[in-house]
């Protein structure tokens, strides 16, 4: 069922100058800032047993993974990722061969979206595998896009269809396809173990202002949009029918995969003045799934096509719950 991901989205555009001075092979890399720009640093951490395993996430999905989800953080701030480093604690029970088939997942990634590898550690441990990836990017000085931004009336949109990586780590680890066609099981499967940065969205948003907050859906839709309306000091409403579910017979199983499943990697939008009769948020010709709306109460409520509300709780990924 395993299968690589076709590139859906294209590197980003070259630079002019080169900025990178120096780098791997000497005590640290060397990297000129680009005048007007503010950096953007971002670390993340992929322990094996807790985000992937050695019986379901084949090595250079487990390299793509790890990259990606640093990636993603870089497009959550409307920003452009340029280097990487990557420290790898190995078990000692690791082979050569998944080491390289790792690095070469991982490399696959980063020269699509033009980021260069320029460091890391590397070091053999007696436990689990450990990884951790910082990704350093840059945005236009005044440009980054916040979670704290959202104000009441803008309204609320995602990047993709949700839940998509939970259906297909369900897959995975029943090696059952369902009551699903194989085209639909393979797409699921596609997205847990290959997940496509929405970087150049990200971008997009900055560069035409069209954002008041922005946050990438690592953790599943209840819980990220419940912290982007933490930090924004408001509330929201979800429109229950309008929520991009994965197509399976249960609707309800389809509802609470997108709300709860988490590592989808899509965008969480807010955008001020898109209703109504306006023309909808799109992107490279496609709308965008518009989804609710931020309000001034606390909190975030279900609004059910009957127009009756339900208190929406986060229930998505939490390693402290």
């Known amino acids: 069922m395993a299968e ?83 420290s790898l604690a190995i ?57 704290s931004g959202a104000r009441a009336g803008d309204q609320i949109f995602v990047s993709d269809r949700l839940g998509l990586s939970a259906l297909g780590l369900r897959l995975l680890q029943s090696q059952r396809r369902g009551p699903i066609s194989k085209a639909a099981a393979r797409e699921a499967v596609r997205s847990h173990l290959y997940p496509e940065p929405q970087c150049a969205l990200g971008r997009f948003l900055s560069i035409r202002g069209l954002a008041s907050a922005l946050m990438d859906l690592s953790d599943g839709l209840s819980t990220d949009l419940s912290r982007l309306c933490e930090a924004s000091g408001v509330g929201a409403h979800l429109w229950e029918d309008k929520i991009p579910c994965p197509n399976l017979p249960d609707p309800a199983d389809s509802l609470q995969l997108a709300l709860h499943g988490g590592e989808d990697y899509q965008l969480l939008i807010t955008a001020p003045g898109a209703t109504g009769s306006r023309r909808p948020l799109k992107f490279r010709g496609r709308p965008l799934h518009h989804i609710g709306e931020i309000v001034a109460s606390k909190g975030v409520k279900l609004v059910m096509p009957s127009g009756k509300l339900h208190n929406l709780e986060p229930a998505g990924w939490d390693h402290f719950r």
């Not at 793509?64 to 990722?81: C, E, K, N, T, Y």
């Not at 590898?117 to 689990?128: C, I």
């Open 4 to 86: 690589r991901s076709r590139q859906r989205e294209p590197a980003q555009p070259l630079r002019v100058k080169k900025q990178l001075r120096l780098g791997i092979g000497d005590d640290a890399a060397l990297v000129m800032a680009q005048s007007g720009h503010e950096l953007i640093l971002t670390i993340d951490m992929s322990i094996e047993d807790v985000h992937f395993t050695r019986r379901l996430h084949p090595p250079d999905a487990v390299g793509h993974r790890a990259l990606a989800r640093s990636l993603s953080d870089v497009a959550a701030m409307g920003g452009v990722p340029r280097y990487a480093l990557v």
């Open 91 to 147: 078990s000692r029970e690791t082979s050569r061969g998944w080491v390289s088939r790792f690095y070469r997942g991982m490399l696959a990634l980063a020269q699509r979206f033009g980021v260069e590898l320029v460091g890391g550690d590397t070091a053999m441990v007696p436990g689990k595998t450990f990884i951790d990836v910082l990704v350093a990017g840059e945005v236009p000085r005044g440009k980054a896009l916040l979670r």
